[in-house]
């Protein structure tokens, strides 16, 4: 068997599971909780025939030499979409592992926007006015999707190291989740470094990034065809720094009561000195007495 058929094969078998996890999610009714995460799912299964259909056209030479254009506009467009979508379900991930803290959640949802934005502004700083128009889609894209995957590692480091804390199990969906995303961001980094401008469908890299794709969408259907254990509550001493950071969390951006600060007439040092100085001015009027 070729190469390329194994390819084929592994693509066809990709598709077979994004449809399977789909459908585990509606029926476990997965979307009402995680709805970036199934927008994802959507796009994925409308998408992949699409570009299977441009893709052949384009070997085939149909629709008279327009095909390579289609393809690589809808191929990018996906691309894009992807990278933004990716975004949103981090977030997504990290509201549903922080559902017991209002504040530290409000803070961290300006968070992922101010990395949002940074990112946009550090991509787009990087484009050369002198490139086409085919390459500066190509550059937005990339970029766009390489900022996510490091904050999908960032969360996912975040949730190892707070998983006690948070009282997060590993059976977790959200956790879940952000383990596939975490493992194909860490393939797409290391492989990258390998990558070279000759690589085709064919080779050796192609199949480990395409195998780590299906080993993630087998976790993602095992954790949502898997009953899940119920989070044990998260119970806090008074003094635990993790809720004082919520409550300063919840506090920024809230007014509240306001409080009018007058300015004292003098400074209080001044009034400590002076009643010290008429206290030892009596003394020595008691002492010049007594003598």
């Known amino acids: 068997m070729s190469s390329q058929s194994i390819m084929s094969m592994m693509c066809v078998a990709e598709f077979a599971l994004w449809a399977v996890l789909a459908f585990v999610?509606?029926?476990r009714n997965l979307f009402s909780r995680f709805p970036a995460m199934g927008r994802y799912l959507v796009?994925?299964?409308?998408?992949?025939?699409?570009?299977?259909?441009?893709?052949?056209?384009?070997?085939?030479?149909?629709?008279?030499?327009?095909?390579?254009?289609?393809?690589f506009?809808?191929?990018?467009?996906?691309?894009?979409?992807?990278?933004?979508?990716?975004?949103?379900?981090?977030?997504?991930?990290?509201?549903?592992?922080?559902?017991?803290?209002?504040?530290?959640?409000?803070?961290?949802?300006?968070?992922?926007?101010?990395a949002a934005l940074t990112s946009a502004i550090l991509s787009l700083s990087t484009l050369s006015m002198q490139s086409t128009h085919y390459q500066m889609i190509i550059h937005t894209a990339y970029w766009l999707m390489r900022s996510v995957s490091i904050l999908e590692l960032c969360l996912l480091a975040f949730l190892c190291m707070s998983m006690s804390a948070l009282r997060l199990g590993?059976?977790?969906?959200?956790?879940?989740i952000s383990l596939g995303f975490g493992m194909i961001s860490s393939s797409d980094f290391i492989l990258s470094s390998f990558w070279s401008r000759s690589t085709t469908s064919t080779d050796l890299l192609q199949f480990i990034t395409q195998s780590m794709i299906l080993f993630?969408?087998?976790?993602?259907i095992l954790y949502a065809a898997l009953p899940e254990p119920a989070r044990k509550p998260v119970v806090l001493p008074a003094h635990s720094t993790i809720l004082r950071w919520n409550e300063i969390a919840s506090a920024l951006g809230h007014t509240g009561t306001q409080v009018a600060v007058q300015p004292s007439g003098g400074f209080a040092l001044t009034d400590v000195e002076s009643a010290i100085e008429s206290v030892l001015n009596r003394k020595l009027k008691n002492r010049e007495s007594e003598t």
Request: hydrophobic share 55%.
């Open 25 to 27: 999610f509606w029926k």
């Open 43 to 71: 796009l994925r299964l409308a998408a992949m025939p699409v570009l299977l259909f441009f893709f052949t056209a384009l070997n085939r030479h149909w629709f008279s030499g327009y095909a390579s254009d289609l393809y």
């Open 170 to 176: 590993f059976r977790n969906m959200a956790f879940g």
């Open 73 to 114: 506009y809808c191929y990018w467009a996906v691309y894009s979409a992807s990278a933004l979508m990716l975004y949103f379900i981090c977030q997504e991930v990290f509201c549903s592992v922080l559902s017991a803290f209002s504040g530290l959640q409000r803070l961290g949802i300006m968070a992922f926007r101010w």
């Open 216 to 220: 993630s969408l087998g976790i993602w």
